[in-house]
């Protein structure tokens, strides 16, 4: 099993910045990618950003591309979000999320709140 914990949630103005924080722990040699989700009140959770362990390779949401960077530690224990020019629309709890070479095959964190003011 893979456990995450979320962090780096909080309050910005708009045009702000944050970065998120995942730190995974376990069975972390399984790990195949590790990603965000964003779930805002009344919508269905959306892909943000993902990261695949093989190559480095980053996926980003249309929606985000160009303001957010996903990245990891050389470890692979930690995935950060890093978040600029941030707007009210990318309010909502972010989800950190991992696929691993495994059964089960997929893992998510608790969840980190972020509220962009306007």
């Known amino acids: 099993q893979v456990q995450l914990v979320e962090s780096g949630g909080g309050l910005v103005q708009a045009g702000g910045s944050l970065r998120l924080s995942c730190a995974a722990s376990?069975?972390?040699?399984?790990?195949?990618?590790m990603g965000w989700f964003r779930q805002a009140p009344g919508k269905e959770r959306e892909f943000v950003a993902r990261?695949?362990?093989?190559?480095?390779?980053?996926v980003v949401a249309d929606s985000v591309k160009g303001r957010f960077t996903i990245s990891t530690d050389n470890a692979w224990n930690t995935v950060y979000l890093q978040m600029n020019s941030l707007k009210p629309d990318d309010t909502a709890v972010y989800y950190c999320?991992?696929?691993?070479?495994?059964?089960?095959?997929?893992?998510w964190g608790q969840g980190t709140q972020v509220t962009v003011s306007s």
């Open positions: 990261i695949s362990r093989g190559d480095g390779s980053t």
């Open positions: 999320n991992t696929v691993v070479f495994a059964s089960p095959n997929e893992y």
């Open positions: 376990g069975r972390t040699f399984t790990i195949y990618t």
